[in-house]
C-alpha cells in the first residue's frame, strides 16, 4: 500500500515527518518497507523573482535578466531566451549545481559574451508539463529563495507499507490515519473539496436503506439484486449532465502521489474514494446500458465478457457479475469491460457502490488470472457499514470536478441488514493474558481511539466493532487492541510468575524436541528452508498456483533445501558446514489431499571438528564414517525401532523390522562442488512418534572378564553385520560385548577377501570364567561361522 504523507497531512490537520510516520507504523503493526520522496530532483529549483528584465547586448532573442533567487551573495545575472519573461515576477530558477529531469546539470557559462548563473525554467524543463514555448510563471507571494515544491504544494513522500490481510482498514488513508491519530493525539477529518457544494446544501447525495428489499428504481434506472450471496449490499446513484475530461491538477496530484495515472475526471474520483476511504467504486456510461438496468446475478455457464485489458474471457457458474437487460458488462470485484465504460461523449453517469462476498471474489479472480486495486479490497472485506458515506464523498467529488446533477437520492439495496458486532471484554481478563493491569479507563480510551464505540455492561465492557475491523471477532481480539494501542514496549521484560500447564506436550513434539536436542549436540545447526522446489520424484505434489517453476512443487525431501543452502555457504567461502532441518514433506496420496510425513535431515561437509593450535597441519574432513555415527545418531532418536543396515549404493538405510520398510538412508551427495570444497554427506529419516525405551540400570560387574581377539577371514558376500548376529547368537549370554576393532586387506589375504577382527569380552556377573569355558564358545562360534556364511578363521 502506497501512502501520500501530504494526504495524511490534509486528514489530520497537521504537518507530519516521515521518519515519524515510519515509526508509528511499526508501533501500530503496518512495517514500513520503503519511504520514496517524490520530485526529489527538483529539490534545488527555488523561486526567483525577476528584478530587471532587458535584451541581451550581443541578441535580439535573448533577454539578460537581474534575478533575486534569495541567495546570500544578492541577485544575479541569468541569460533567457522565453519572450515572457517580466521584471516583478516569479519564475523558477534553477541555481548553478542543479541536476534536473533529464540528467542535465545547470554549470556557470557564457551565453554570447555574458556569464548565465543558473537558468529560469519552463514546465517542460521541470518534468511538470509539456510546454516549452516559455517560462513557467508563478503567482504567488513566496520569498525568492522558497523552496519550488514547497511553492506548488508538491513536496511529498510515498510511505509504502506492508498491510496484513487482516487489517483491510490500512488499505486507505483514512485507515492509516485513523491510527496516526490515536498515536499522535490529533483528530482525523476529510479534507474539503475544491469546488465541492457546502455540505448539507445537497440533500440528494444522502441514500436511504431500503432495508429488506433486493430491487428498486433510481432516477429511471432499474436495479435487480437477484444474487445476494455474491453482493449482501448494493447501492446505486445517477449524476446527468456531466462533463468528462481531463482531471482538475489537485485530484491529478493525488493520484499521481500514490503511484497512480490520471485517466479522466470521472475514473479518478472513483479512485480517490478508493484510496482514500478504501471503498472500491464503479462507473458505468447511462447511455450504454440496455434497459436501462443494472443487474447483480450468478454468472451463466460458459457466458462471455471481454475485459478492460481487451482479453475475452468465459465465465462460469458462482462468479458474481453486474449486467444489463441483456448480457453481462462486469465482472463484480475484479474487473469492468468497454462495454459500459466512461468516455468523452459521456453526459449520464452510474455510480456503483457494492460489497461483494470475499471468498467467491477470490475465486473468481484467480479463475480469469486477474488482479486489480478493487480484487485486492473485496477480497480481505471493507466496510460495509460506511458504504453510504462513501458513496455521498464520491458525489460529491464528481459534481465538484465534473459537474452535473443527482436528482434522486442514492439506492441501497440491503437484504439482509447487518448490525454492528459486539464483543464482551473483562478487564481482569486483560490483566490476566497482558500480565499487567491495565485500568478500565485506559481500556476504554485506548479502544474508543481507533473507532470502538464501548459501553460498561455490569463487571465488563460492551465493545462495539466497527465496519472496518473485520478481523475483531473474540475477545482476545480486543485484548490485542489494547496491547498494540497501549505500545508493546510499554509492557515489562521480566518474566512474571506463572503456572506451568498439566497437559503434556503431543508425541510428535516430544520426537521433535528430542532430534533436535540429538543434533545440536552432536554439532549441528538446525536450517529452515522453503518447504518448494522443482519435482523430485513421480509422486511429488504439483502446487495449483505457483509463483516460479523452480517452486512449483511441495518438496518429498528435506535434503535437496539443505544441499542448496550447503551451495549458498560456498558463495560466501564457507567450507565447513553442518546443517540439520526438521520439517513437513510430502507425497502424492491416493487421495485428492497430499500424504504428509515429519522428517530430520543431515548434510555435513569439511572438516571433521574446529581447528585447534594443536593439531598442526590441516584437519581431517568428515568421511562416510562421520556420517554413518550422525545417521546412527538420529535414527536412535527419531526411529527409535528401526535397524540400520548397509544400502543398496554406498551407504545405509534405516529399516522397520518386521516387513523391511525402509524409513532412512544415509549416503554421499552428488553435487557440483568447488574445487577447494570437501565431499558432501547427507542422512534423512522419517519421524515416529514413538518414545524410544527407557535406559536400564545395570550394576557394576564384580567378576573379571575374559578378553579374546577374532580375526575372521571374509568373503565378497558376508557383512561384518551378518557375522556379529552369529558371533552373538552363538556365544549366548556370556558375551557381554562384541566389536569390531580392526580391518586389513593385503597380500596375506586372497583377492576379493579382507580380513576383519573383533574383540570379544565375555563375563559372568556370578562367578569368575575359566579359559577352557571361553574356548569352547570360540570353537562353537568359527563353526557356525564357517557353515552359516563361509567365513573362517585366520590364522597366524
Not at 535397524?643 to 549404493?649: K, M, N, Q, S, T
Amino acid at each position: 500500500m502506497i501512502v501520500s504523507r501530504r494526504w495524511l497531512e490534509e486528514l489530520l490537520g497537521q504537518p507530519l515527518d516521515p521518519k515519524d510516520i515510519e515509526e508509528r507504523c511499526h508501533g501500530f503493526g503496518a512495517p514500513v518497507e520503503a519511504v520514496v520522496p517524490l520530485h526529489r530532483e527538483l529539490a534545488d529549483v527555488v523561486v526567483g523573482r525577476v528584478l530587471e528584465a532587458g535584451r541581451h547586448p550581443n541578441a535580439d532573442r535573448l533577454s539578460l535578466c537581474r534575478v533575486d533567487a534569495g541567495g546570500a551573495d544578492g541577485p544575479v545575472e541569468v541569460v533567457c531566451g522565453a519572450p515572457n519573461v517580466t521584471a516583478g515576477k516569479a519564475y523558477p530558477f534553477a541555481p548553478v549545481g542543479t541536476v534536473l529531469p533529464g540528467g542535465v546539470k545547470l554549470e556557470r557559462r557564457k551565453i554570447r559574451g555574458v556569464t548565465s548563473n543558473g537558468m529560469l525554467c519552463s514546465a517542460r524543463e521541470l518534468g511538470l508539463g509539456q510546454d516549452h514555448e516559455g517560462i513557467l510563471e508563478l503567482d504567488t507571494a513566496a520569498a525568492p529563495g522558497t523552496p519550488l515544491l514547497e511553492v506548488l504544494g508538491m513536496a511529498d513522500d510515498q510511505i509504502h507499507i506492508e498491510v496484513t490481510a487482516n487489517r483491510p482498514d490500512l488499505l486507505g488513508h483514512k485507515g492509516v490515519a485513523r491510527e496516526l491519530a490515536a498515536s499522535l493525539g490529533a483528530r482525523l477529518r476529510l479534507p474539503p473539496i475544491p469546488g465541492a457544494p457546502p455540505e448539507g446544501a445537497t440533500p440528494a447525495l444522502h441514500a436511504v436503506p431500503t432495508r429488506g428489499q433486493d430491487r428498486g428504481t433510481v432516477d429511471g434506472l432499474e436495479v435487480r439484486l437477484e444474487y445476494p450471496e455474491g453482493a449482501p449490499r448494493y447501492l446505486m446513484a445517477v449524476v446527468r449532465g456531466v462533463r468528462v475530461g481531463p482531471s482538475p491538477s489537485w485530484l491529478a496530484a493525488r493520484l499521481t502521489a500514490v503511484g497512480q495515472r490520471s485517466i479522466n475526471n470521472i475514473v479518478d474520483a472513483t479512485n480517490y474514494i478508493l484510496f482514500e476511504l478504501n471503498q472500491p467504486l464503479h462507473a458505468f456510461d447511462l447511455a450504454r446500458l440496455r434497459g436501462p438496468a443494472v443487474v447483480v446475478r450468478d454468472a451463466r455457464a460458459a457466458e462471455p465478457i471481454v475485459t478492460l485489458d481487451g482479453v475475452a474471457r468465459t465465465l462460469a457458474p458462482g462468479m458474481t457479475v453486474i449486467a444489463d437487460a441483456e448480457r453481462a458488462t462486469i465482472v463484480a470485484g475484479v474487473m469492468g469491460s468497454a462495454e459500459s465504460e466512461v468516455t468523452a461523449a459521456t453526459t449520464d453517469v452510474v455510480v456503483e457502490c457494492a460489497y461483494f462476498d470475499p471468498p467467491r471474489t477470490r475465486r473468481t479472480r484467480r479463475a480469469l488470472g486477474l488482479q486489480s486495486e478493487s480484487s485486492y479490497r473485496f477480497e480481505r472485506g471493507i466496510d460495509m457499514l460506511a458504504m453510504p458515506d462513501a458513496m455521498r464523498r464520491a458525489l460529491e467529488v464528481i459534481v465538484a470536478v465534473a459537474g452535473g446533477t443527482v436528482r434522486e437520492p442514492p439506492l441501497d439495496l440491503w437484504p439482509r441488514p447487518q448490525q454492528p458486532r459486539t464483543v464482551f471484554l473483562r478487564p481482569e481478563r486483560v490483566a490476566r493474558l497482558l500480565g499487567v493491569a491495565v485500568p478500565r479507563a485506559d481500556i476504554e480510551r485506548l479502544l474508543s481511539s481507533v473507532g470502538f464505540v464501548v459501553a460498561p455492561k455490569d463487571e465488563r465492557l460492551a465493545v462495539q466493532v466497527p465496519g472496518w475491523r473485520p478481523d475483531v471477532t473474540r475477545e482476545v481480539d480486543l485484548i490485542e487492541e489494547v496491547a498494540r494501542l497501549r505500545g508493546y514496549d510499554s509492557f515489562p521484560s521480566e518474566l512474571g510468575p506463572y503456572r506451568l500447564g498439566t497437559v503434556p506436550d503431543a508425541p510428535v513434539e516430544r520426537a521433535k524436541s528430542r532430534v533436535r536436542e540429538t543434533c545440536v549436540r552432536a554439532g549441528m545447526l538446525e536450517a529452515r528452508t522453503m518447504p518448494l522446489g522443482p519435482a523430485d520424484g513421480p509422486d511429488a505434489v504439483a502446487l495449483a498456483n505457483p509463483m516460479s517453476v523452480e517452486e512449483g512443487f511441495l518438496r518429498r525431501r528435506l535434503l535437496p533445501g539443505l544441499v542448496r543452502r550447503v551451495a549458498h555457504n560456498w558463495t560466501v567461502r564457507n567450507r565447513d558446514i553442518r546443517l540439520f532441518e526438521i520439517g513437513t514433506v510430502f507425497r502424492q496420496g491416493p487421495g485428492a489431499l497430499p500424504h504428509e510425513d515429519i522428517a530430520v535431515a543431515g548434510v555435513l561437509t569439511g572438516a571433521r571438528r574446529p581447528r585447534h593450535w594443536t593439531d598442526g597441519e590441516e584437519v581431517p574432513d568428515m568421511d562416510i564414517w562421520d556420517l554413518k555415527h550422525h545417521f546412527e545418531l538420529a535414527v536412535a532418536s527419531a526411529q527409535p525401532d528401526a535397524v540400520i543396515r548397509p544400502g543398496a549404493e554406498e551407504g545405509w538405510d534405516a529399516v522397520l523390522e518386521p516387513g523391511g520398510e525402509v524409513v532412512g538412508r544415509a549416503q554421499a551427495v552428488r553435487t557440483d562442488q568447488p574445487a577447494w570444497a570437501a565431499a558432501v554427506f547427507g542422512f534423512e529419516v522419517r519421524m515416529a512418534a514413538t518414545e524410544p525405551s527407557p535406559a536400564a540400570y545395570r550394576a557394576m560387574p564384580t567378576t573379571p572378564p575374559v578378553e579374546r581377539d577374532l580375526a575372521l577371514v571374509l568373503g565378497s558376500g558376508a557383512t561384518a553385520a551378518a557375522v556379529e548376529a552369529v558371533i552373538r547368537r552363538v556365544a549366548g549370554s556370556l558375551l557381554e560385548s562384541v566389536a569390531v576393532f580392526d580391518e586389513y586387506r593385503g597380500v596375506t589375504v586372497p583377492a576379493g577377501e579382507r580380513s576383519v577382527a573383533w574383540r570379544c569380552v565375555f563375563r559372568d556377573p556370578g562367578r569368575t570364567l575359566r579359559e577352557q569355558e571361553v574356548d569352547a564358545v570360540l570353537t562353537r562360534v568359527v563353526r557356525a561361522l564357517k557353515e552359516e556364511l563361509d567365513v573362517q578363521r585366520r590364522e597366524g
